[in-house]
């Protein structure tokens, strides 16, 4: 099943004990190569990785507290947070260099825990969207720290357009 981000955050966190949240999601941190989601923030500096949920359902649920780490403790999770790889928020452009937005949203695989789409749209004052689009994980050429690049409006994409470079691209899926 797809989950939006938006309806991810603020998700309470539960242990089997605990009749109260213990956190709430704040940020889902995404690997920039394959897209699958490495870790829930759920407080400043404290992370889950998804290993240690038991069920994503109207909250999250996981062991106990010790699920509970500090970013520093998964040095992935580090690394991508200090390479400023996240994902919302993020400028998108087309290999063309043709700017698409900004994403405003996006969706997983609850199951998988992968990014399936993001939502881009030309945001206007910080409130006023307009040119919405859905562009499917399989399209998503690369995350740097500035931007994401997609495949042209064709959605296709042509040996050498990356720079000469073969690059993988999140969400694909090997045969």
């Given amino acids: 099943m797809e989950r939006l981000y938006s ?63 500090g970013i520093d403790d998964i040095l992935r999770v580090r690394k991508v947070v200090d390479e400023g790889m996240g994902i919302m928020g993020k400028k998108v452009v087309t290999l063309g260099g043709k700017a698409l937005g900004k994403v405003v949203d996006l969706t997983i695989d609850d199951g998988a825990l992968i990014l399936n789409k993001i939502y881009t749209a030309k945001v206007i004052l910080g409130v006023l969207q307009r040119d919405s689009r859905v562009i499917p994980a399989k399209n998503i050429v690369e995350v740097l720290s500035d931007r994401i690049v997609v495949k042209n409006d064709s959605g296709e994409v042509t040996l050498g357009e990356v720079e000469g470079e073969e690059r993988e691209v999140v969400g694909a899926v090997e045969a």
Avoid: C, H, W
């Avoid at 955050?9 to 709430?24: A, E, H, K, W």
């Avoid at 920039?32 to 240690?52: S, Y």
């Avoid at 649920?61 to 010790?66: A, Q, R, T, Y």
């Fill in 7 to 69: 309806k991810i955050i603020g998700m309470p966190v539960f242990t089997p004990d605990s009749l109260r949240p213990i956190y709430n999601v704040r940020d889902l941190i995404f690997d920039p190569v394959n897209g699958a989601v490495i870790a829930f923030e759920v407080g400043r500096g404290l992370v889950i990785t998804p290993m240690d949920v038991l069920s994503m359902k109207q909250g999250i649920l996981i062991k106990g507290m010790e699920d509970v780490v």
